[in-house]
């Protein structure tokens, strides 16, 4: 994949930003930040980095939100503010075993997704 001045800019964001994004943020952030970039353009570098599993999309009723790890990982999701926080789980052998056994099927990958609410001081 060819590495345009756009990509380079979605890129350089969503690795100094640890937030998931909407397509309209990063929209505005680059153009913020005088890194002038186009609507249209910045959906279309989304969905190409995302295909090439470069970032990755995580789809939410609202909207996708980008994020600029592309590897397997969980997410904690915060049901007050919306933020999603990474987080890397590593099950146990002996469960993935257990419930291959169970199922008749080969885990390859796995992502957990944890939902709470922000805590009162």
């Known amino acids: 994949m060819r590495v345009s001045r756009q990509r ?22 680059l153009n913020q930040n005088e890194q002038k970039i186009g609507h249209t353009s910045v959906y279309q570098n989304l969905e190409a980095l995302t295909q090439q599993g470069i970032i990755e999309c995580v789809e939410r009723s609202e909207g996708r939100l980008y994020g600029n790890i592309s590897h397997a990982h969980s997410h904690v999701n915060c049901l007050d503010t919306e933020q999603i926080i990474d987080v890397f789980v590593e099950l146990p052998p002996e469960l993935i075993a257990q419930i291959e056994e169970r199922t008749g099927t080969t885990i390859t990958d796995y992502r957990i997704d944890f939902f709470g609410y922000q805590r009162s001081p």
């Open 8 to 29: 380079r800019l979605i890129l350089e964001l969503l690795w100094q930003d640890t937030d998931h994004l909407t397509a309209r943020e990063i929209y505005d952030r």
